[in-house]
């Protein structure tokens, strides 16, 4: 079984930093992309950035100047570093880790169950 748990959300001023991480555990074989979206109250899922096995990053437009995506492989865990935070980046934020399970031979999209930002004024 594998948990893939974030944690670092919570309320922040406009202007302001914040640094979420995400974490996996449990029965894994091998970590591939680890990605963060996000989900605003009436709005669709959207993907904020990706970080592959190999260190490749990808931006939301709309973040792409204020965040920074890293991973630490040795700790299984992927973090994201968001400065001048807007009013307009209060969201859930979710973490989805591309992995394969130890004993098999396929890899599968898991998601951590979120958590919230809120940008105050």
């Known amino acids: 079984q594998v948990q893939v748990v974030e944690s670092g959300g919570g309320l922040v001023q406009a202007g302001g930093s914040l640094e979420l991480s995400c974490a996996a555990s449990?029965?894994?074989?091998?970590?591939?992309?680890m990605a963060w979206h996000r989900q605003a109250p009436g709005k669709q899922r959207e993907l904020v950035a990706s970080?592959?096995?190999?260190?490749?990053?990808n931006y939301a437009d709309s973040v792409k100047d204020r965040c920074a995506i890293s991973r630490d492989d040795s700790k299984n865990t992927t973090y994201l570093q968001m400065n001048r935070l807007k009013l307009e980046d209060t969201a859930v934020y979710y973490c989805?880790?591309?992995?394969?399970?130890?004993?098999?031979?396929?890899?599968?999209?898991?998601w951590g169950q979120g958590t919230q930002v809120n940008v105050s004024s």
């Open positions: 989805k880790v591309a992995m394969r399970a130890r004993g098999t031979g396929w890899s599968y999209d898991y």
């Open positions: 449990g029965n894994i074989g091998r970590i591939y992309t």
């Open positions: 970080i592959t096995r190999g260190g490749t990053t």
